[in-house]
Each structure stands twice: as structure tokens, then as C-alpha cells.
């Protein structure tokens, strides 16, 4: 059961601290290579001023968004293409697969009951 989730230091993601967004996306590459084929991760990352939530399922391509604040991901996010180059990075270093791939973004807003 602890299998199935991964937890990612926000140090490691956050825009204050973590260096470029390719040394971030590079983080988060290297925390999906150390983990199993079905685990998903859990990576809280603070834009600055505000704190959200993003569960990452790598294998599966896709991405879970959790704002509290009930805030729109834009489609030109930097965090956006932060978590969507580490599963493109992870897939060419462990899959040995393109990194033409296309990551789905699920925003959940406001506060899950």
C-alpha cells in the first residue's frame, strides 16, 4: 500500500529555490525514475505566493490539479510545462520513448468534500 504513493520535496519544485524549470522538470524526473509503475505522486508547489497541489500518475500521462483557491490553470503555465517536461524527460531516460507525448491536465477547483 505506501507503494502506491510518492511524495515529491517541494524544495525540489517550488519557483523559489529550485533553479530553472528544466532543473525542476529534471527533478521531478529523477523522483518518477526511483519510484514503481503504478505510483502516483503527490507534489505541492508554491508559485510564490499560493499553494497548490498536483497528483501526478507519470505511467498514465496524466496530471490532477488541486487549487483551493478555485484558480484556472492557464495554458501557458510554467508549472504546467515544469511537470509536463518531467514526464517527457522520465519517458526518454526509463520508458526509452519519445518525448512527443501529450500530458492531460485535470483541474479539480475549490475544496474536495
Aim: a positive charge; glycine letters at 8%.
Amino acid at each position: 500500500m505506501t507503494d502506491m504513493v510518492g511524495f515529491v520535496d517541494p524544495n525540489h519544485t517550488g519557483a523559489l529555490g529550485c533553479g530553472t524549470p528544466t532543473e525542476c522538470s529534471k527533478n521531478l524526473m529523477n523522483r518518477f525514475k526511483d519510484g514503481t509503475n503504478d505510483q502516483i505522486y503527490l507534489v505541492p508547489h508554491n508559485s510564490g505566493n499560493h499553494w497548490t497541489l498536483s497528483v501526478v500518475d507519470p505511467h498514465r500521462k496524466k496530471v490532477y490539479w488541486l487549487d483551493p483557491l478555485k484558480r484556472r490553470l492557464s495554458a501557458t503555465s510554467e508549472w504546467q510545462d515544469v511537470v509536463d517536461n518531467g514526464i517527457k524527460f522520465y519517458y526518454v531516460q526509463k520508458m526509452k520513448k519519445s518525448s512527443r507525448l501529450s500530458v492531460q491536465w485535470i483541474p479539480l477547483l475549490g475544496i474536495l468534500k
